[in-house]
């Protein structure tokens, strides 16, 4: 056919029968086949070479009233939809429907860093490695760690006992290098530092920060600060995760939060304005569940059109575009599409 072939991105959110297959060549077919049963669309054109062009989720957010703590809440969640809710944007926010305040997905329970060595996003690993003890082997303070004020995320050794200490305090740095099997240890004390620039210094100088895991190696590094109290050693941990384990890092908290007030603030509520505070797990409020529902498929199609008007004007484009757009629609009322003319598409 005779015309001007133009480029045309088709955001396709479907039926999720449709659209949860795996099989993405199969989706794009039915896309196609639905598109194509409705080939009166345009008068006087024709839709061809259809591609696959990407996919995105769809997810919702359903709010419920009903007083529940997190970890209820989250079992609810997990049951009935997907997770508590993780945020990943601003705009999120607007979708949630919370009308006050509730639990979401964000959190960093104890279980996960309080005198365990365990493998949750939260928990403690060793700069050397990025990863926890094997062993387990672990010596802190009768009341470490306890990430007073929600702030302490490095950690330092006081002649052999460990706490978890806010990352910007200064002190001596204790590195190590790996001899043969045998880890021997070196405290840098020309001056004091905050851990991540000890973390630099050891990496220059050694190998890291000190690494210990086992009681001869924390007694080999207790040696090693030659009468020093207490200096940085190589092990942190970051704070708060997403249940859905999600690695997004978009928080916004409310001003003096997170406190860790008591020691005992480690489940995340939000308010209608996406503003979040940590608070005891046991408190109980509504909660935000999330469900990833739909998958979106983006395809690009030909578009021949016989016109004798200027498409790349945007008055006619827009036109054509609200013909196209109502009369698949009328077809598929259930359906949603989102037409686009592009060189690049916007989803996917
Ligand atoms: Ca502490
Ligand atoms: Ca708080």
Not at 74 to 94: K, M, S
Request: aromatic share 12%.
């Amino acid at each position: 056919m005779a015309g001007k072939p133009l480029v045309l991105y088709i955001l396709y959110v479907g039926a999720s029968a449709d659209l949860t297959m795996n099989n993405n060549n199969n989706s794009v077919q039915i896309i196609e086949k639905r598109i194509r049963s409705s080939a009166n669309i345009l008068s006087r054109g024709s839709l061809d070479n259809f591609v696959p062009f990407g996919h995105c989720l769809i997810d919702e957010y359903h709010f419920f009233s009903t007083n529940l703590n997190w970890g209820d809440a989250q079992t609810y969640c997990r049951e009935h939809f997907t997770d508590l809710a993780t945020i990943e944007r601003a705009a999120d926010v607007a979708r949630t429907g919370i009308p006050t305040f509730g639990w979401i997905g964000l959190h960093d329970l104890p279980a996960a860093w309080y005198k365990v060595m365990a493998d949750h996003s939260n928990s403690w690993r060793w700069s050397a490695t990025g990863a926890t003890s094997p062993g387990g082997y672990q010596n802190w303070d009768p009341i470490e760690p306890n990430n007073y004020n929600s702030i302490e995320l490095c950690v330092s050794t006081n002649n052999g006992k460990w706490q978890d200490n806010d990352c910007r305090l200064i002190a001596p740095c204790l590195c190590y290098k790996d001899l043969s099997g045998v880890k021997q240890f070196f405290l840098v004390n020309d001056t004091w530092r905050t851990w991540p620039n000890c973390q630099s210094v050891c990496r220059q100088q050694y190998h890291d920060l000190a690494m210990i895991q086992s009681e001869t190696e924390n007694q080999a590094a207790t040696t090693a600060l030659s009468g020093q109290n207490a200096a940085w050693i190589g092990l942190y941990r970051n704070i708060w995760a997403w249940s859905d384990g999600s690695s997004n890092n978009y928080i916004k908290w409310i001003t003096g939060a997170p406190s860790n007030s008591q020691n005992n603030e480690h489940c995340v509520n939000m308010d209608y304005k996406g503003v979040m505070n940590d608070s005891p797990c046991s408190n109980t409020m509504g909660f935000l569940c999330h469900e990833v529902k739909k998958r979106a498929t983006v395809v690009k199609a030909q578009m021949w059109i016989q016109t004798k008007v200027d498409l790349n004007e945007a008055s006619v484009s827009e036109q054509l575009f609200k013909q196209l757009e109502d009369r698949m629609k009328e077809e598929f009322p259930k359906t949603g599409f989102k037409l686009q003319w592009s060189k690049t598409p916007a989803y996917g």
